[in-house]
């Protein structure tokens, strides 16, 4: 082998090695450069150095601490009546806003959707799809319309067919209920089918698959 080949091979093998731990550590930057800048007005507004001897670090935890708190108390109270009320009152506020309201009612309606839909779903099952003889796997969520039952002559059920390993894409199908088999799954071990291609089935196998990919947490 001459040498010029060996040196691009040991370049490209050094390149591979390298450019995951290059792409983490600028991505590390990047969230701790974010999470100082809603920190530290925090701590410069509560002057919480005051109360840790001046250690920025400390300061920094407890101001973390806060927010996380606050955002605890907030879930906690948007569940109820009263803060369901308060928030709805928000929410009209903010929707008389020009292009604030643009802005807030997007990422409103992305995170509802994100934070709803394993809720939504009825059950798991398996449709035969995308051909005959091959099953997918999807979630129903709820009966179908009159008109496509009057359509197909029979019950009909909407069915959700997620992707993976992204569940948050996929179809919706109108399928006769003779044609949808219901699984004994739970959605949670199924969005887990879908998020790890099949690969981790318990929740004991998905924590042992992020430990060895470093995967991040997926919720249901």
Do not use: C, K
Request: charged share 15%.
């Amino acid at each position: 082998m001459r040498f010029t080949q060996v040196l691009r091979n040991s370049f490209v093998a050094g390149l591979a090695l390298l450019a995951p731990l290059v792409v983490t550590v600028v991505a590390m930057q990047f969230l701790v450069g974010w999470v100082t800048t809603l920190i530290d007005p925090v701590v410069q507004g509560t002057r919480l150095t005051q109360y840790t001897a001046n250690i920025e670090a400390i300061a920094q935890a407890l101001a973390l601490l806060v927010i996380v708190g606050v955002i605890v108390v907030l879930g906690y109270l948007a569940q109820g009546r009263i803060g369901q009320r308060l928030f709805g009152w928000i929410d009209r506020g903010i929707g008389v806003v020009p292009l604030v309201s643009i802005i807030y009612s997007s990422v409103r309606q992305v995170a509802d959707a994100l934070m709803e839909r394993s809720n939504r779903y009825r059950s798991v099952v398996m449709i035969e799809y995308p051909r005959e003889g091959v099953y997918s796997l999807g979630f129903v969520t709820g009966d179908g319309p009159v008109e496509a039952e009057a359509v197909a002559g029979e019950d009909v059920y909407n069915v959700f067919l997620p992707n993976s390993p992204n569940p948050t894409g996929g179809h919706f199908l109108m399928v006769p209920r003779d044609e949808v088999h219901e699984l004994d799954m739970s959605v949670r071990r199924g969005v887990r089918l879908l998020v790890t291609t099949g690969i981790a089935e318990s929740a004991e196998e998905m924590a042992e698959l992020r430990a060895e990919a470093d995967l991040p947490q997926y919720s249901s």
